[in-house]
C-alpha cells in the first residue's frame, strides 16, 4: 500500500524499511494506490504543508518562453493561495539531462532539499495554440503520479495554469479545490452600490452591474447559471434573478421588502419577504414564483443559507429578541437555535464541504468579529479579533477558505483567511468599499 | 413624563371611542403645544421633536432606540400630529423611509428598517389615515443622515422619514 521503494541501492531491504518509518512519521502526508495505479496522498487531518518543488517549464522560443514564465507564475501564485503547500525553489540539478533541462529527474537532488512532490513540464506551440505537457512525481517513491497535457488559446493560459494547479490538489489532498470559481460582491467604486464579480484569487475584477442605484447580497447558484441580487431599482428592494446563459431577469413580484437570497440548490433559492406582514422566509424558484413558506414567528427572519444536501437550512432571527442564528430542518420544519453566546449574532454561512457555520458575532467591545460554529452547536471558535469589524464570511467551495469583509484598515475591503482563522490577507486592491462577497461552487 | 401620559390617553381615547379617532388626535393636539403648528411647506426651522436639519417636509421624523422599532411616547406624539396633518390635507400621500444606524449588519438591517416605517405606518392607520396614502420603505443602513461614528449620529439615523409626494 505504501509506497517509498528505491530503485537501486546495496542494501536494499533496510533502506526501504527505513524510509517507509520515515513516511510513515515524518512525512505529513501519506501515498495509497488507487485501483488504477494512479496515487493519491491523503493530507493527514492537521497535517503540514506538502513540500513541493515547481520547477520552470521548459520551453523553445520567445513566445513559449513567455507562456511558459506566466504559466509557472499562475501556478506558483494558485498554490501560495491555497496555502496547503511550501513551494521550494528548484535545486539546479533537478534535470540531470546536460542542459539542465530534459532528461530524467534527479530525485537525489530532491530528497536532499526536502521535496516531497516535484512538479514540473514543457511549454509548446501545436497549432497555434499553447500546450503545456506536465509532470508530477513523488520524490521519495521516485514515482510518477501525474502527467497530463494542457491546451488552449493564449487567452487561456492563466486558465490553463489553474486546470493544472486543480488536478494536483485533487491528487494530493482527495479534495476538489477552488480553482476556477468564483466570487461576487458590492462594490461602492463607481458611486454607486453594484455588483462585481472576480476570480477566486482576486483577479480579472469585471462590473456586472450599472444601475446606479443600490445593489445588494449578490449570489450565484450553485451551478453558476442564475444570480441572484436585491437591487432598489424599481425604488424598493426587489430580489432579481438573473440568467446568465440569455441575459433574461426575474423579480419576486411581491409588496413589501424581498432581500438577502441564498440557493438551495440549482432550482431553488430563499430570500425574505413580507408581502404577508411579518417578514418571513420563502422557498423561490428561479422565475420569481414562490414555492412555499418557510418560516412563521413574529419579528424578523432574514439571511437564510443551506447545507450542503439542502436538508437544513441555518438563518437569523429575533423572534427571541436580538437576533439569533437558528437551524432549520426542511422536511419536518422543526427549528433550534444555534447561537447561544453573543448578543448579535448575523450573516450565517454554511460551509459546502462539512457541517461548519460561520457567522459574525456584534460584540459588547464594539468590534464585529467572525465565529465558525458546528452546526449541532459545539466548536465554537472566534476567527478574527482585535481589528475593528470583520463581517459578511462565505465559504470556498472546498471549505478550505473564507471570504469576508473587514475595515481593519480603513475602508471596508474583502479578504479572505484559512477556514482555522490563520493567514489574513486582502483578495484585492480596489477603490471604494467593497462588500457582502459570495463564493461560487465550482463552475 | 407628560409626553407619555399624553399618547396613553390617545390609545385609551381611541379604544373607548372604537377608533373614530378625530377626538382623540385634537385631544393630542392639545396636549402637543408649540409642535402642532403645522400648515403648509417646511420653514427650515426647527420644529422641535421630529424636525430636523434632513426633515424638509411639512410632517415630522420619528426616532427609535437601538434595535427596536418600538415607537415612544415622543414618536407617538410625533406620528400623532402627522396623523392629523394627513387628515386635513387628505390629497396628499406620503412616503415612510425607515432608516438604521451602520452598526449591527446590513442585511438585519433592511429587515429592520422595513419593521420601523412599518410600525410608524400602522400607528397612523390606527388614528385613522387609509393604508393606501402611507407607502414605506426601508433603506437599512444604506442611507445615513449623518456618516458619523458616534452615538448622536447613531440617533438621527435611526428613524422613519416621512417624505410629502
Same mark, same amino acid.
Given at each position: 500500500? =505504501?509506497?517509498?521503494?528505491?530503485?537501486?541501492?546495496?542494501?536494499?531491504?533496510?533502506?526501504?524499511?527505513?524510509?517507509?518509518?520515515?513516511?510513515?512519521?515524518?512525512?505529513?502526508?501519506?501515498?495509497?494506490?488507487?485501483?488504477?495505479?494512479?496515487? =493519491?496522498?491523503?493530507?493527514?487531518?492537521?497535517?503540514?504543508?506538502?513540500?513541493?518543488?515547481?520547477?520552470?517549464?521548459?520551453?523553445?522560443?520567445?513566445?513559449?518562453?513567455?507562456?511558459?514564465?506566466?504559466?509557472?507564475?499562475? &501556478?506558483?501564485?494558485?498554490?501560495?493561495?491555497?496555502?496547503?503547500?511550501? =513551494?521550494? !525553489?528548484?535545486?539546479?540539478?533537478?534535470?540531470?539531462?546536460?542542459?539542465?533541462?530534459?532528461?530524467? &529527474?534527479?530525485?537525489?537532488?530532491?530528497?536532499?532539499?526536502?521535496?516531497? %512532490?516535484?512538479?514540473?513540464?514543457?511549454?509548446?506551440?501545436?497549432?497555434?495554440?499553447?500546450?503545456?505537457?506536465?509532470?508530477?512525481?513523488?520524490?521519495?517513491?521516485?514515482?510518477?503520479?501525474?502527467?497530463?497535457?494542457?491546451?488552449?488559446?493564449?487567452?487561456?493560459?492563466?486558465?490553463?495554469?489553474?486546470?493544472?494547479?486543480?488536478?494536483?490538489?485533487?491528487?494530493?489532498?482527495?479534495?476538489?479545490?477552488?480553482?476556477?470559481?468564483?466570487?461576487?460582491?458590492?462594490?461602492?467604486?463607481?458611486?454607486?452600490?453594484?455588483?462585481?464579480?472576480?476570480?477566486?484569487?482576486?483577479?480579472?475584477?469585471?462590473?456586472?452591474?450599472?444601475?446606479?442605484?443600490?445593489?445588494?447580497?449578490?449570489?450565484?447558484?450553485?451551478?453558476?447559471?442564475?444570480?441572484?441580487?436585491?437591487?432598489?431599482?424599481?425604488?424598493?428592494?426587489?430580489?432579481?434573478?438573473?440568467?446568465?446563459?440569455?441575459?433574461?431577469?426575474?423579480?419576486?413580484?411581491?409588496?413589501?421588502?424581498?432581500?438577502?437570497?441564498?440557493?438551495?440548490?440549482?432550482?431553488?433559492?430563499?430570500?425574505?419577504?413580507?408581502?404577508?406582514?411579518?417578514?418571513?422566509?420563502?422557498? %423561490?424558484?428561479?422565475?420569481?414564483?414562490?414555492?412555499?413558506?418557510?418560516?412563521?414567528?413574529?419579528?424578523? $427572519?432574514?439571511? !437564510?443559507?443551506?447545507?450542503? $444536501?439542502?436538508?437544513?437550512?441555518?438563518?437569523?432571527?429575533?423572534?427571541?429578541?436580538?437576533?439569533?442564528?437558528?437551524?432549520?430542518?426542511?422536511?419536518?420544519?422543526?427549528?433550534?437555535?444555534?447561537?447561544?453566546?453573543?448578543?448579535?449574532?448575523?450573516? !450565517?454561512?454554511?460551509?459546502?464541504?462539512?457541517?461548519?457555520?460561520?457567522?459574525?458575532?456584534?460584540?459588547?467591545?464594539?468590534?464585529?468579529?467572525?465565529?465558525?460554529?458546528?452546526?449541532?452547536?459545539?466548536?465554537?471558535?472566534?476567527?478574527?479579533?482585535? %481589528?475593528?469589524?470583520?463581517?459578511?464570511?462565505?465559504?470556498? !467551495?472546498?471549505?478550505?477558505?473564507?471570504?469576508?469583509?473587514?475595515?481593519?484598515?480603513?475602508?471596508?475591503?474583502?479578504? &479572505?483567511?484559512?477556514?482555522?482563522?490563520?493567514?489574513?490577507?486582502?483578495?484585492?486592491?480596489?477603490?471604494?468599499?467593497?462588500?457582502?462577497?459570495?463564493?461560487?461552487?465550482?463552475? | 413624563?407628560?409626553?407619555?401620559?399624553?399618547?396613553?390617553?390617545?390609545?385609551?381615547?381611541?379604544?373607548?371611542?372604537?377608533?373614530?379617532?378625530?377626538?382623540?388626535?385634537?385631544?393630542?393636539?392639545?396636549?402637543?403645544?408649540?409642535?402642532?403648528?403645522?400648515?403648509?411647506?417646511?420653514?427650515?426651522?426647527?420644529?422641535?421633536?421630529?424636525?430636523?436639519?434632513?426633515?424638509?417636509?411639512?410632517?415630522?421624523?420619528?426616532?427609535? $432606540?437601538?434595535?427596536?422599532?418600538?415607537?415612544?411616547?415622543?414618536?407617538?406624539?410625533?406620528?400623532?400630529?402627522?396623523?392629523?396633518?394627513?387628515?386635513?390635507?387628505?390629497?396628499?400621500?406620503?412616503?415612510?423611509?425607515?432608516?438604521?444606524?451602520?452598526?449591527?449588519?446590513?442585511?438585519?438591517?433592511?429587515?429592520?428598517?422595513?419593521?420601523?416605517?412599518?410600525?410608524?405606518?400602522?400607528?397612523?392607520?390606527?388614528?385613522?389615515?387609509?393604508?393606501?396614502?402611507?407607502?414605506?420603505?426601508?433603506?437599512?443602513?444604506?442611507?445615513?443622515?449623518?456618516?458619523?461614528?458616534?452615538?448622536?449620529?447613531?440617533?438621527?439615523?435611526?428613524?422613519?422619514?416621512?417624505? &410629502?409626494?
Amino acid at each position: 500500500m =505504501i509506497t517509498c521503494g528505491m530503485n537501486s541501492g546495496t542494501s536494499k531491504g533496510v533502506i526501504t524499511s527505513l524510509l517507509l518509518l520515515w513516511c510513515l512519521f515524518l512525512s505529513p502526508f501519506f501515498l495509497h494506490a488507487e485501483e488504477q495505479g494512479e496515487y =493519491i496522498a491523503i493530507r493527514k487531518q492537521g497535517g503540514g504543508k506538502i513540500a513541493v518543488v515547481l520547477d520552470r517549464s521548459a520551453a523553445k522560443g520567445g513566445k513559449e518562453s513567455e507562456w511558459a514564465r506566466e504559466f509557472d507564475k499562475t &501556478v506558483k501564485d494558485g498554490l501560495v493561495f491555497s496555502n496547503l503547500f511550501t =513551494i521550494l !525553489p528548484p535545486p539546479s540539478n533537478v534535470r540531470a539531462g546536460s542542459d539542465g533541462k530534459g532528461g530524467s &529527474v534527479n530525485f537525489g537532488a530532491l530528497s536532499s532539499v526536502g521535496a516531497e %512532490v516535484y512538479a514540473g513540464g514543457a511549454v509548446s506551440k501545436k497549432g497555434g495554440k499553447v500546450n503545456i505537457d506536465m509532470e508530477v512525481y513523488d520524490t521519495f517513491g521516485t514515482k510518477l503520479l501525474l502527467k497530463k497535457s494542457y491546451s488552449g488559446k493564449e487567452e487561456q493560459l492563466r486558465s490553463l495554469g489553474h486546470a493544472f494547479s486543480a488536478d494536483l490538489i485533487e491528487l494530493l489532498t482527495g479534495k476538489k479545490s477552488f480553482f476556477g470559481s468564483k466570487i461576487v460582491f458590492i462594490s461602492s467604486k463607481s458611486g454607486s452600490k453594484e455588483v462585481y464579480q472576480c476570480d477566486f484569487d482576486g483577479y480579472g475584477v469585471e462590473q456586472v452591474t450599472s444601475f446606479r442605484s443600490i445593489s445588494l447580497t449578490p449570489v450565484l447558484s450553485p451551478d453558476g447559471r442564475y444570480l441572484a441580487y436585491t437591487s432598489y431599482t424599481s425604488g424598493r428592494p426587489t430580489l432579481y434573478i438573473k440568467n446568465l446563459h440569455d441575459n433574461k431577469v426575474s423579480s419576486v413580484a411581491k409588496n413589501g421588502v424581498s432581500v438577502d437570497p441564498a440557493w438551495r440548490n440549482a432550482s431553488e433559492l430563499a430570500t425574505t419577504l413580507s408581502f404577508e406582514g411579518d417578514q418571513e422566509i420563502y422557498l %423561490v424558484r428561479p422565475d420569481g414564483g414562490i414555492a412555499r413558506r418557510l418560516t412563521n414567528s413574529k419579528g424578523i $427572519d432574514v439571511s !437564510p443559507t443551506f447545507s450542503a $444536501d439542502g436538508r437544513q437550512m441555518a438563518f437569523v432571527s429575533s423572534r427571541n429578541g436580538l437576533p439569533q442564528i437558528f437551524i432549520q430542518d426542511m422536511q419536518s420544519g422543526l427549528t433550534r437555535r444555534l447561537t447561544y453566546s453573543g448578543r448579535y449574532n448575523t450573516q !450565517p454561512s454554511w460551509s459546502p464541504a462539512g457541517d461548519k457555520i460561520a457567522y459574525s458575532t456584534w460584540e459588547k467591545t464594539g468590534e464585529i468579529n467572525i465565529f465558525v460554529i458546528n452546526a449541532d452547536g459545539s466548536g465554537l471558535k472566534r476567527l478574527t479579533s482585535g %481589528v475593528r469589524e470583520n463581517e459578511s464570511p462565505s465559504w470556498s !467551495p472546498d471549505g478550505s477558505m473564507i471570504v469576508f469583509t473587514s475595515n481593519r484598515q480603513g475602508g471596508k475591503k474583502l479578504y &479572505v483567511m484559512s477556514s482555522n482563522g490563520e493567514n489574513q490577507r486582502r483578495l484585492l486592491q480596489m477603490d471604494g468599499d467593497q462588500m457582502q462577497p459570495s463564493w461560487s461552487l465550482f463552475r | 413624563m407628560r409626553t407619555r401620559l399624553g399618547a396613553l390617553l390617545v390609545i385609551a381615547m381611541m379604544a373607548s371611542a372604537g377608533c373614530s379617532s378625530k377626538s382623540a388626535v385634537t385631544s393630542s393636539d392639545s396636549d402637543a403645544g408649540q409642535g402642532s403648528s403645522l400648515q403648509g411647506s417646511a420653514s427650515g426651522a426647527s420644529r422641535g421633536y421630529g424636525f430636523d436639519e434632513y426633515q424638509t417636509g411639512p410632517i415630522g421624523d420619528v426616532f427609535f $432606540d437601538y434595535d427596536s422599532s418600538i415607537l415612544a411616547a415622543e414618536a407617538q406624539q410625533r406620528l400623532t400630529e402627522n396623523a392629523s396633518w394627513m387628515k386635513s390635507n387628505s390629497a396628499r400621500q406620503v412616503i415612510i423611509e425607515g432608516h438604521c444606524d451602520d452598526r449591527g449588519t446590513s442585511e438585519y438591517n433592511i429587515a429592520l428598517g422595513e419593521r420601523r416605517a412599518i410600525s410608524a405606518k400602522e400607528f397612523m392607520v390606527r388614528l385613522g389615515v387609509a393604508a393606501s396614502r402611507l407607502e414605506t420603505i426601508t433603506y437599512g443602513e444604506e442611507r445615513p443622515f449623518d456618516k458619523g461614528q458616534n452615538e448622536e449620529a447613531w440617533a438621527k439615523n435611526r428613524r422613519a422619514h416621512f417624505i &410629502v409626494k
